[in-house]
């Protein structure tokens, strides 16, 4: 696999991150998934604007991230995945230098790394997958897309151990959104995820399916979802990069929408795939 390393595409084995890395020692760093659709980058101006976002919420300065368009075309380039879905993955901390907690002084350049590779979806999208509630033990700038994320790891081991997809982080009785995923419930009808604050990352899937309603007269709103009301909900489901829009049709146990994916969560698939394999942005 050809990556990216500080500025060259070299072997993947090639890479050499100093232990001093900031992203290594303090988790100091941020990223971004994009992905392709028959070899076109999906809504990459959003991923690229979240990325200047987060780089700016850490004051992580020194990255061009308009030249990190071009970064992701050659990654899929030089790794022939011009024509298959892939994911591209970019990651920048704040460098290396010797270990204070305090930002380095003088400034060190940033690290930036990038590799691209083939999509292999782990669930069955006609089927759904299910999921588990968990206590929210994430700090509070979940807005910004970190690299420290030992809590969704912990969240989604539970996950994994309880033999499901996804866990929904709860906070102060909101369920917020899974470990790696926006999550939505349809209730009375009406779609509803939670309003963008600090305790939630903006998804750009999220965003999309938001439009999508708007643009199709499916009622949404973004409203909190209590998790004394998961149970009334008619359906629920997640949406991410990689995830795409898909149906939660178990939630601790419980079958949600009779167990398999509702009509809103399935019509907001299909648009959601109609517009994904549009032009691209
Ligand atoms: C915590 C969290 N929420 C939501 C998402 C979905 O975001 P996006 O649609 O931008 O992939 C992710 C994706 O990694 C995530 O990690």
Redesign the pocket.
């Known amino acids: 696999m050809i990556t990216y390393f500080n500025g060259t595409f070299v072997p993947k084995d090639d890479v050499r991150v100093s232990p001093d890395d900031r992203g290594f020692l303090f988790g100091d760093g941020v990223y971004e998934?994009a992905r392709t659709y028959g070899g076109k980058l999906f809504a990459l101006d959003?991923?690229l604007a979240?990325l200047r976002y987060s780089l700016d919420q850490l004051r992580i300065r020194g990255t061009d991230v308009d030249r990190l368009g071009d970064v992701c075309r050659e990654l899929l380039r030089q790794n022939d995945l011009g024509s298959r879905d892939a994911v591209v993955y970019l990651q920048v901390t704040r460098g290396a230098a010797p270990r204070t907690h305090a930002f380095p002084s003088p400034a060190v350049g940033p690290t930036v790394y990038g590799y691209a590779a083939p999509i292999t979806p782990k669930f069955d999208p006609g089927k759904g997958v299910a999921a588990i509630t968990v206590p929210d033990t994430r700090w509070a700038r979940?807005d910004i897309?970190s690299v420290s994320?030992v809590a969704?790891c912990l969240a989604n081991q539970q996950a994994a151990e309880a033999g499901v997809f996804e866990a929904i982080?709860v906070r102060d009785g909101v369920a917020l959104?899974?470990?790696?995923?926006?999550f939505f419930a349809v209730i009375g009808g009406e779609v509803r995820t939670v309003p963008l604050t600090n305790y939630?990352?903006?998804?750009?899937?999220?965003?999309?399916v938001l439009e999508l309603c708007r643009s199709n007269g499916i009622p949404a709103k973004e409203a909190p979802i209590f998790a004394h009301q998961l149970n009334q909900a008619e359906e629920l489901f997640l949406?991410?990069?990689?995830?795409e829009v898909l149906a939660a049709v178990q939630l601790d146990g419980r079958a949600v929408a009779g167990g398999r994916p509702g009509p809103i969560t399935s019509r907001l698939r299909e648009l959601f795939c109609t517009f994904s394999s549009g032009p691209a942005e």
């Open positions: 998934v959003r991923h979240r979940c897309k994320l969704n982080f959104e899974g470990s790696h995923t926006s939630v990352l903006p998804g750009i899937t999220r965003g999309v949406a991410g990069t990689t995830t």
